[in-house]
């Protein structure tokens, strides 16, 4: 269960999600001139997938039947998975979708196109089906190792601009954000030229916000479910502790026994039905391959009730501290400036 303290916010925020704006403003994105793939529903997590596991776990990937990879520069592995990726087992380019991330050390208009540079010869591919700004957030670059200085004079429409540049220079077919407040997305749809294929932040059944999934879905953005397994990402662990991982959640044990499919399949599943798209994690061949197969759970409307009672509206990755920045503005369990900690 989570702490007292978020049920109580829980209860209020429950009445007051806020929700962008940008009514009548066009969510359009650019056709490119050649049509490929939409975002494939399921994809291969890489964060905390390390150097020959992450090459070992998008090979498992294409032999499961995977064609959507999420990585970033961030996660430090890039090369590594383009070793797999020009092995002469993977499908042809097209074939597969690719999302990458722009960190926020690269946020200056001048750093946006050689970042992705970078990530596309680390990758080994030509191009990104979709690069994203990671965070809404800017760091000044040449910080020392470990050392983080939010840059107050790079705002994200700069960066936006410099990431629509990379569509018109066939560098990426789409661009996105992840991690934005209602507030930051609007900023950038009232804005923009080219405008976010997608938005992927966290949201699973812990952390559900489903107002602000539908809003994205009746906006043409797609949603991309990170962290789709809850807290099963060991780094969470210390978040909320007395919530145990989410395939020992009794409820979704036996939902799991009732469909004779895995706990995380029965999750991921959930995530799938309600049309957003899903990123599970996995070094393990088994696990891959598992989390594959939920594309086949289906859940009747009553089960999807009953799965929407379990919101706990609890977020586990908010770097908002660390960073002395307020993210999630107006989200369940995200920063809000008529709450403080400790009510
Ligand atoms: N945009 C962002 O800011 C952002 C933030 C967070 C995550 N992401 C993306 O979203 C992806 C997924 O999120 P995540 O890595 O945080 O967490 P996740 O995919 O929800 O969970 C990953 C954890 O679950 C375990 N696992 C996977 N399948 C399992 C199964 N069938 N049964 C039991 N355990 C299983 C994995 O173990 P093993 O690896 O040991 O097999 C790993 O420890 C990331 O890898 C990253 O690509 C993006
Ligand atoms: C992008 O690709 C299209 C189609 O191949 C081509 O016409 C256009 O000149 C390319 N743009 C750049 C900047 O390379
Ligand atoms: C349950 O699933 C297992 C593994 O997929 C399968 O072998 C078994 O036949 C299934 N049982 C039923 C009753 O559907
Ligand atoms: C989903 O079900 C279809 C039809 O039974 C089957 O052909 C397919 O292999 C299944 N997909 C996965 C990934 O298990």
Request: some cysteine; hydrophobic content about 40%.
């Amino acid at each position: 269960m989570p702490p007292a303290t978020s049920h109580l916010l829980s209860a209020i925020v429950l009445t007051s999600t806020i929700l962008p704006s940008a009514l009548g403003s066009q969510v359009a994105v650019k056709e490119w001139t050649f049509k490929g793939l939409d975002i494939p529903s399921i994809g291969l997590g890489l964060w905390n997938s390390k150097d020959k596991d992450a090459t070992r776990a998008v090979e498992y990937a294409f032999d499961a039947g995977y064609s959507h990879v999420d990585s970033a520069a961030a996660y430090g592995n890039e090369d590594f998975v383009g070793k797999a990726l020009q092995s002469s087992d993977t499908p042809s380019r097209h074939k597969y979708w690719v999302t990458s991330k722009l960190w926020n050390t690269d946020h200056r208009p001048g750093r946006v196109a050689p970042a992705l540079k970078k990530t596309l010869a680390d990758l080994s591919i030509p191009y990104l089906d979709l690069y994203l700004m990671h965070w809404p957030v800017a760091f000044l670059p040449d910080t020392e190792p470990g050392r983080t200085i939010v840059d107050q004079d790079t705002d994200i429409v700069m960066t936006w601009r410099a990431m629509e540049d990379l569509v018109r220079a066939n560098l990426t077919r789409y661009i996105g954000v992840s991690n934005f407040s209602p507030r930051q997305l609007d900023t950038i749809l009232k804005d923009c030229h080219i405008c976010p294929y997608a938005h992927e932040f966290e949201t699973h059944p812990y952390l559900q916000q489903q107002e602000f999934v539908d809003w994205h879905g009746e906006h043409g953005i797609k949603v991309i479910a990170y962290s789709p397994l809850a807290n099963m990402n060991p780094t969470y662990k210390s978040k909320y502790p007395k919530l145990d991982p989410i395939v020992e959640d009794p409820f979704w044990k036996d939902m799991a026994s009732r469909k004779n499919v895995t706990a995380a399949q029965a999750v991921l599943g959930w995530g799938i039905q309600r049309g957003t798209v899903v990123i599970p994690k996995s070094v393990h061949e088994k696990y891959i391959f598992e989390n594959l197969a939920s594309v086949n759970v289906t859940f009747s409307k009553a089960e999807m009730g009953e799965i929407a009672a379990q919101d706990k509206r609890s977020r586990f990755n908010n770097p908002s501290k660390d960073w002395g920045v307020e993210l999630f503005e107006g989200l369940d369990d995200g920063y809000n400036r008529f709450f403080v900690e400790e009510l």
